[in-house]
């Protein structure tokens, strides 16, 4: 019987981009033969692997998971809303969240070789990721994650799927979930004003800026008087400070009484709020558009030319 070695496996797993239990399976019953194994393996998964490893994956789910003061936060994608329901999907997500929070992987390489087995794949997370885009028929994708074990205790909120939040705090359970809720309800970027980040500040000055130049052209033409540049360059700092009110969470209006902010609701509760993390799934990521009766317009147009 011919050995079937960690070399022999590694080279039909880069070839076929199969789980690599699926290859040692394939290469024990093809007896080490290379070309039968490859041919096991695509009546087995076909070339579904390979085949949406390239195809964006813009849906999916954002996970947490909360064990004591250590937690995590994850975002898994896939290219279609169908798979987000689908149990091996969901299966797959809800355990990296937890491996995340307990085994501390320093990047999703690192998340991908932690020992994990389901639906028969394996022996690792990345193993099984592989072997379910085989078995379901759509890429997916580990697309970023987040630990939490800074000694602060924390509270979690998961809207549907697609939203989620990571609210590390001191103080009361209660308040600190429905900061989660309006995190994940008003999407704030920082806790504070002073946490905004520059580059956001600079460009809302830009836009502020834009703005005032346009009204004041748009005064010239009309033959009104413009205003002054001190004038000027009031309105833009207030446009401004008006953005970064609107944008930091202490100084947003409360969703749950938009009477007080939620700093006032903070310390009226006795807690204080050290950090937040906000997942929203696909944010960021450039979906494909179809555009059928463009692509209808160009089947016929290249039929007449074949024609």
Do not use: W
């Not at 995590?72 to 929070?101: P, R």
């Not at 953005?243 to 700093?263: A, R, T």
């Not at 990521?285 to 463009?294: G, L, P, Q, T």
């Amino acid at each position: 019987m011919v050995a079937i070695t960690a070399s022999l496996v590694a080279a039909l797993r880069a070839k076929t981009d199969a789980p690599m239990m699926e290859c040692k399976k394939a290469l024990t019953e093809a007896e080490g033969n290379m070309e039968k194994a490859e041919e096991l393996l695509r009546v087995k998964l076909g070339s579904k692997a390979g085949k949406a490893a390239a195809r964006v994956t813009a849906e999916g789910v954002v996970t947490s998971f909360i064990d004591g003061a250590t937690g995590a936060l994850l975002e898994v994608n896939c290219e279609t809303d169908f798979v987000t329901k689908n149990e091996s999907f969901l299966a797959l997500s809800k355990a990296a969240v937890e491996l995340i929070a307990k085994k501390n992987p320093v990047d999703l390489t690192a998340l991908g070789a932690l020992a994990y087995s389901q639906d028969g794949f394996g022996p690792t997370l990345e193993d099984v990721r592989k072997g379910l885009i085989g078995k379901i028929g759509e890429n997916m994708s580990f697309r970023r994650f987040k630990r939490f074990a800074s000694g602060a205790r924390l509270a979690s909120y998961v809207h549907g799927t697609r939203i989620g939040v990571v609210v590390e705090f001191e103080g009361d359970d209660a308040a600190a979930k429905d900061v989660a809720m309006h995190v994940a309800a008003m999407k704030p970027v920082a806790l504070s004003s002073a946490d905004v980040p520059a580059e956001l500040v600079a460009r809302e000055r830009s836009v502020a800026a834009a703005k005032a130049a346009e009204d004041a052209a748009t005064a010239t033409a009309a033959g009104k008087p413009v205003q002054s540049a001190e004038i000027v360059a009031k309105r833009v700092e207030g446009g401004v400070q008006k953005f970064l009110k609107e944008v930091s969470l202490y100084n947003q209006p409360f969703v749950k009484n938009d009477k007080q902010s939620v700093e006032q609701m903070l310390k009226e509760r006795g807690t204080t709020v050290k950090s937040f993390t906000l997942y929203v799934v696909g944010e960021g990521i450039e979906k494909k558009v179809d555009d059928f009766a463009a692509e209808v317009a160009a089947q016929v147009a290249a039929a007449k030319q074949g024609a």
